[in-house]
């Protein structure tokens, strides 16, 4: 019922003005939005006014080389049940969130990360990993999720846990096609490999030999 002008910092909130001004124009619904989704949105917005994509790209290109040559696909997935969902939708839209962090750091990514975003791409599409690494963008993401898992109701719900359960059930699926197969074929977000916690690195940690490109 409130206003980002109600709700922000002053000084957040004259940041985030130019660049709603730049990249939404003029509709005003954005500004009654709850921070953490208008700051989705204006992030979505700005990437594709910028040329890039905001889902992947490599996947369906792989899918579908992998089907036309008849190719075993394995997608790691976890089920979570969700009791009354109607209740625990009402339950979320009405809870407390603390979703500052998550709205300042994306600021802070469209502010600052932008035009960065096409060297790291470029650094990507060649496998420059060292270019990579030195160009670790700010992570408004680890924060916009942290927002939704420590949501009373989530945790409540017990729904907390479904990152480590994703995460454990893709390494899974890695450890049982090394075991199963010649050679495999894996594909996963950029920031799994050059993380110190990502999925490259647990591997690595559990005893497997992993050479960068």
Do not use: H
Request: aromatic share 8%; glycine share 4%.
């Amino acid at each position: 019922g409130k206003r980002l002008q109600e709700i922000l910092p002053p000084d957040l909130y004259a940041r985030w003005v130019p660049l709603k001004e730049r990249y939404v124009g003029k509709d005003d619904d954005i500004n009654g939005w709850r921070p953490i989704f208008a700051a989705a949105a204006l992030y979505e917005v700005a990437l594709r006014k910028r040329g890039f994509e905001t889902n992947g790209v490599i996947w369906p290109t792989v899918e579908k080389l992998a089907r036309k040559s008849k190719l075993e696909v394995t997608e790691p997935t976890v089920s979570v049940k969700v009791e009354k969902p109607r209740d625990a939708i009402k339950e979320f839209k009405n809870a407390p969130l603390d979703d500052l962090d998550c709205f300042a750091k994306t600021i802070e990514r469209l502010e600052s990360d932008l035009d960065l975003m096409r060297v790291r791409a470029n650094a990507w599409a060649v496998g420059d990993v060292a270019q990579l690494r030195q160009l670790a963008p700010v992570d408004n993401a680890s924060a916009c999720i942290a927002v939704v898992m420590n949501a009373q109701v989530m945790q409540d719900r017990g729904y907390t846990d479904w990152p480590a359960r994703r995460a454990e059930a893709w390494l899974a699926a890695v450890e049982q096609a090394l075991a199963r197969n010649a050679s495999s074929v894996a594909v996963l977000p950029v920031d799994q490999i050059l993380k110190p916690d990502g999925y490259v690195a647990t591997l690595r940690a559990r005893g497997y030999q992993i050479e960068d490109p």
